[in-house]
Structure formats: structure tokens, C-alpha cells
């Protein structure tokens, strides 16, 4: 392998196309070769909160993730060591009693709402993408989505909007656009941005030679 990975952060909105872009991106290359960290799963642990107060959580809030943890992370995987990811469960609002053990690769994207938020992230992102999709595409997305995925009700999803997500997207999640070097509009099903990206990285995976 060669000296270190390229760590790509790809932030947005909830609903964006976060996940549907970098899941486009990995499409496209072998498992040997590249690895995902999803940030939602390293939301802070609330085994021991009980259910009634982890309903109340700001999930869209920067205190709510374990980033020590996502950063430790990153760099032992920049050191070519592995890491025990945590799984998130969005139904139980706390991880999963199980964790998955993911090998070093050259490329590592690390994908979340907030990744460009924390100037410690930051610093350890080559790449930085911004998803950048319009609020109501964003709500009506993630309206689909937590019904039929996340175990949500209509009501709820729309409580939650608009007492939480829309704020803090304002408030934290916007502002860190200014620290993108790419920023995607509509997310997944652009795939004029996909292949660009795609294409970067294969350069960048040919110079390690490991294609
Ligand atoms: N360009 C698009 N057009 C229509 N639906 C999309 C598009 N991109 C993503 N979606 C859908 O919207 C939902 C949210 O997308 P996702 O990639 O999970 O966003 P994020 O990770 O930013 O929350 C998913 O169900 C996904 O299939
Ligand atoms: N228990 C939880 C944890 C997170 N959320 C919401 O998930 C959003 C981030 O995930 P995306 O895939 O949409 O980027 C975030 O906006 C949280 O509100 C939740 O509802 N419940």
C-alpha cells in the first residue's frame, strides 16, 4: 500500500444524498480498496438514558456524536491499523451491541451531517464534499426514508423537523459549506459529480499502484 490514505469527508443535510453519493462512489471501485465511516454511528452511547429522554435528544446537534471516537478512529486507519466501528440502531435512538471490524484501505470516506463541523475532522480530511440539496427535497426524502427504514411515523418526522432538524441544519450544518472544496448539488443521482470524484480517486489510486 502506499503512505497513507486519502480521507474524504462528504457532509450535507439530512436527506441530501449523502449516503446515496458515497455509496455511488464505492460502487465503482473493489472492497480491497476503499472503506466508509457513517457518523450516525458514532452518536454518543445511551445505553444507560432511558427511552423516554432519548426521544428528547438533539440529534442534529454536534454534542450528540462521539467525534473522539470517529477520530481515533480515523487516524489508527490512517496507520493502516483496523478499528471495531460501532453500529448504530436508529429504532433504539443508541448502538448496537455489535461493531464491525473494518481493515485499513487507501481511501477512507468519512460521511455525516456534521464531519465538517469539527475543525479536528477537518484537518484530517484531504477532500472535502458538500451534498447540497434544497430543504423541502430534503424533508420530503427523509420522510420516505424514516417511515419505511427508521421506524418513524408521519408525525413525528414532521415534529421533529421543524422543533430540531430544520434549526440546526441552519444554525450548524449550512455555515460548513464555506469549508467544502466541492460542493454536489441534488446528491445521488448526479452523476457528473460521481464520476469526477470517481475519477480523482482512481488517480489517486493508480499513483499507489494498487489498482
Ligand atoms: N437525487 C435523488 N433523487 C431522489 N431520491 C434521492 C436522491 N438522492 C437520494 N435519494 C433518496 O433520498 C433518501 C435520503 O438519501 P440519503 O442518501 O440517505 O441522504 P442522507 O445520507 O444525506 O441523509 C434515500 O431514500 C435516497 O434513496
Ligand atoms: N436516533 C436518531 C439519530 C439520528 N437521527 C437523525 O438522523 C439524521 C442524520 O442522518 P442522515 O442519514 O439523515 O444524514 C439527523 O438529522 C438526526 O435528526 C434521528 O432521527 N434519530
Same mark, same amino acid.
Given at each position: 500500500m502506499g503512505k497513507k490514505p486519502i480521507v474524504i469527508g462528504v457532509a450535507g443535510g439530512s436527506g441530501s444524498g449523502k449516503t446515496s453519493v458515497t455509496k455511488s462512489i464505492f +460502487? =465503482?471501485? /473493489?472492497?480491497?480498496s476503499i472503506l466508509m465511516l457513517e457518523q450516525?454511528?458514532?452518536?454518543? +452511547?445511551?445505553? +444507560?438514558?432511558p427511552m423516554e429522554k432519548r426521544l428528547q /435528544?438533539?440529534?442534529?446537534?454536534?454534542?450528540?456524536? +462521539?467525534n473522539d471516537l470517529l477520530i481515533k478512529h480515523i487516524e489508527s486507519l490512517i496507520n493502516y491499523d483496523s478499528v471495531k466501528k460501532p453500529v448504530y440502531d436508529y429504532t433504539l435512538h443508541t448502538r448496537s451491541s455489535h461493531v464491525i471490524e473494518v481493515e485499513p484501505k487507501d481511501v477512507i470516506i468519512v460521511e455525516g451531517i456534521?464531519?465538517?463541523?469539527d475543525e479536528r475532522l477537518r484537518n484530517l480530511m484531504d477532500i472535502k464534499l458538500f451534498v447540497d440539496t434544497d430543504a423541502d427535497l430534503r424533508i420530503i426524502r427523509r420522510m420516505l426514508r424514516d417511515i419505511k427504514e $427508521?421506524? $418513524?411515523t408521519i408525525d413525528s418526522v414532521i415534529e421533529q423537523y421543524v422543533t430540531v432538524v430544520r434549526p440546526m441544519h441552519n444554525q450548524f450544518?449550512?455555515? /460548513?459549506? $464555506?469549508?467544502?472544496?466541492v460542493i454536489i448539488p441534488?446528491?445521488? =443521482?448526479n452523476h457528473v459529480a460521481i464520476d469526477l470524484m470517481v475519477t480523482k480517486i482512481q488517480t489517486i489510486l493508480e499513483q499507489k499502484e494498487i489498482l
Amino acid at each position: 500500500m502506499g503512505k497513507k490514505p486519502i480521507v474524504i469527508g462528504v457532509a450535507g443535510g439530512s436527506g441530501s444524498g449523502k449516503t446515496s453519493v458515497t455509496k455511488s462512489i464505492f +460502487d =465503482h471501485f /473493489t472492497e480491497k480498496s476503499i472503506l466508509m465511516l457513517e457518523q450516525d454511528y458514532y452518536y454518543k +452511547d445511551q445505553a +444507560d438514558v432511558p427511552m423516554e429522554k432519548r426521544l428528547q /435528544t438533539n440529534y442534529d446537534h454536534p454534542l450528540a456524536f +462521539d467525534n473522539d471516537l470517529l477520530i481515533k478512529h480515523i487516524e489508527s486507519l490512517i496507520n493502516y491499523d483496523s478499528v471495531k466501528k460501532p453500529v448504530y440502531d436508529y429504532t433504539l435512538h443508541t448502538r448496537s451491541s455489535h461493531v464491525i471490524e473494518v481493515e485499513p484501505k487507501d481511501v477512507i470516506i468519512v460521511e455525516g451531517i456534521l464531519v465538517l463541523e469539527d475543525e479536528r475532522l477537518r484537518n484530517l480530511m484531504d477532500i472535502k464534499l458538500f451534498v447540497d440539496t434544497d430543504a423541502d427535497l430534503r424533508i420530503i426524502r427523509r420522510m420516505l426514508r424514516d417511515i419505511k427504514e $427508521r421506524g $418513524r411515523t408521519i408525525d413525528s418526522v414532521i415534529e421533529q423537523y421543524v422543533t430540531v432538524v430544520r434549526p440546526m441544519h441552519n444554525q450548524f450544518i449550512e455555515p /460548513t459549506k $464555506r469549508y467544502a472544496d466541492v460542493i454536489i448539488p441534488e446528491g445521488g =443521482h448526479n452523476h457528473v459529480a460521481i464520476d469526477l470524484m470517481v475519477t480523482k480517486i482512481q488517480t489517486i489510486l493508480e499513483q499507489k499502484e494498487i489498482l
